[in-house]
């Protein structure tokens, strides 16, 4: 499984829509929406709040 279907599943499991997500790690909505689409991956420091804010591991959103 991808990184973006990860996420995907990641923000159903904690009922958060797109624009929640980006509120809560202070990026923008677009960036979010190339995520969740798999044209872009988050970079390093974006990763770590992505993974605090939605308590799960970069491990696992990278498949490590």
């Given amino acids: ?4 279907e990860k996420l995907r599943i990641a923000l159903i499991h904690r009922d958060m829509n797109q624009k929640q997500l980006a509120e809560r790690m202070g990026v923008t909505e677009v960036s979010i929406s190339r995520w ?8 390093v ?7 605090k804010v939605m308590n799960v591991s970069a491990d696992w959103l990278l498949d490590l």
């Fill in 1 to 4: 499984m991808e990184f973006h």
């Fill in 36 to 43: 969740m689409h798999g044209t872009r991956i988050p970079k």
């Fill in 45 to 51: 420091s974006d990763l770590k709040k992505l993974c």
